[in-house]
C-alpha cells in the first residue's frame, strides 16, 4: 500500500515537473504570417537563456565561443580563445513567412550583438608591416565587437514529412541561404596589441572602428557562414521534434511528401 502511494506520489511530480516545451507554443494558422513571426520571436525571447533542454539545445544568448580562428587575408592570424556572444534573445524577427505548397521558408530579422573575450593576434606579413611601417604584430588581451542591427534574411527549402502520424517540417539539406547587411554600425576594443614592443591598441581599433565596412568585407563572411552552421543546426533540430499540429491551425497531411 505505502508502495503505491509512494509510486503515485512520485509519477505525479515527474508529471507536473515535466512541462513541456511545446505547452509553450500556439498555433497559427499557415498564411498568417504575423502570428507566426509573434510565435518566433516569443520562443527566441523565452528559451535563449535557458535553451530547450529536452531537445538538446544548448542556451542560445550567450553563446559560448572557444577557439574560433579567423585568418584575414593572408595577412594575420585572429583567434578567439574564448568568448561570449550576446544578443539573440533581443533579435527582432521582421518577416517570418512558409509557404507550404513551394515548400520554402523566408526569414528576416534584425540584431544587436556583442561578442567579448579573450583573443590572440599574430601577423608578421610583409604587406602589413609596410602598412604601419613597423614590426611583426602580436596580440594577447580582452577584445570587445559591437554590431549594431545586423540585418539577415534567410531562405531555406522545406517538406512535410509524415512520423510516427505526426506530420513535421523537414528542411532540405544544403538548402539555406542567406544574405546579410550591418544597417547600423560596428565598433571594436582590444588591449594588449603590440607592433614589436609599441602597444598600439589604441591605434589599431580606432583604424578598426572607422574602417569597419571594409573589416566587415573581409572577415564578415567567414564569421556569417560559422553563425549560420549554428542557426541552421538549431532550425533542424527544432522542427525536426516539433509536430507541426503545435504551431499549425490546419492538418498539412496533404502536403506529405515522404
Ligand atoms: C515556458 O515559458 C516560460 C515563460 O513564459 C518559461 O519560463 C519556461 O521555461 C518555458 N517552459 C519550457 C518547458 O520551455
Ligand atoms: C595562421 O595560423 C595558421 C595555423 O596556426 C598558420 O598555418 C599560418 O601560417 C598563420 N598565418 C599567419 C599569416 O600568421
Ligand atoms: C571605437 O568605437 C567605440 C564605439 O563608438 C568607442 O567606444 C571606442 O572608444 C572607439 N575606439 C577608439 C580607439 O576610437
Known amino acids: 500500500m505505502l508502495n503505491r502511494n509512494c509510486v503515485v506520489i512520485i509519477s505525479t511530480l515527474l508529471f507536473l515537473g515535466d512541462a513541456a516545451f511545446v505547452d509553450n507554443l500556439s498555433q497559427c494558422e499557415i498564411k498568417d504570417t504575423n502570428c507566426q513571426k509573434n510565435l518566433f520571436q516569443n520562443i527566441l525571447k523565452?528559451?535563449?537563456?535557458?535553451?530547450?533542454?529536452?531537445y538538446n539545445i544548448p542556451v542560445f544568448d550567450p553563446i559560448i565561443l572557444k577557439d574560433v580562428n579567423v585568418p584575414v587575408l593572408n595577412a594575420a592570424n585572429l583567434t578567439l580563445v574564448e568568448g561570449?556572444?550576446?544578443?539573440?534573445?533581443?533579435?527582432?524577427?521582421?518577416?517570418?513567412?512558409?509557404?507550404?505548397?513551394?515548400?520554402?521558408?523566408?526569414?528576416?530579422?534584425?540584431?544587436?550583438?556583442?561578442?567579448?573575450?579573450?583573443?590572440?593576434?599574430?601577423?608578421?606579413?610583409?604587406?602589413?608591416?609596410s602598412v604601419l611601417g613597423g614590426d611583426s604584430i602580436r596580440g594577447d588581451g580582452k577584445t570587445k565587437v559591437k554590431i549594431e542591427k545586423l540585418n539577415m534574411k534567410f531562405d531555406f527549402k522545406f517538406k512535410v514529412i509524415k512520423k510516427d502520424g505526426e506530420t513535421y517540417l523537414k528542411g532540405k539539406d544544403g538548402s539555406l541561404s542567406y544574405k546579410y547587411d550591418v544597417l547600423g554600425k560596428v565598433s571594436f576594443a582590444a588591449n594588449n596589441l603590440f607592433m614589436g614592443d609599441q602597444d598600439v591598441s589604441v591605434t589599431v581599433t580606432n583604424l578598426l572602428n572607422q574602417s569597419w565596412k571594409l573589416v566587415m568585407q573581409t572577415v564578415g563572411n567567414q564569421l556569417m557562414s560559422k553563425a549560420m552552421e549554428r542557426v541552421k543546426a538549431l532550425i533542424g533540430?527544432?522542427?525536426?521534434?516539433?509536430?507541426?499540429?503545435?504551431?499549425?491551425?490546419?492538418?498539412?497531411?496533404?502536403?506529405?511528401?515522404?
Open 84 to 129: 561570449k556572444l550576446k544578443g539573440l534573445s533581443g533579435c527582432v524577427f521582421n518577416d517570418f513567412t512558409t509557404h507550404v505548397d513551394s515548400g520554402l521558408a523566408s526569414v528576416d530579422m534584425t540584431c544587436d550583438l556583442t561578442l567579448s573575450g579573450k583573443y590572440t593576434a599574430f601577423s608578421d606579413s610583409e604587406l602589413i608591416k
Open 46 to 54: 523565452v528559451q535563449s537563456k535557458t535553451g530547450i533542454p529536452e
Open 237 to 258: 533540430n527544432l522542427f525536426d521534434h516539433v509536430p507541426t499540429k503545435y504551431f499549425i491551425s490546419e492538418d498539412l497531411s496533404a502536403y506529405v511528401t515522404n
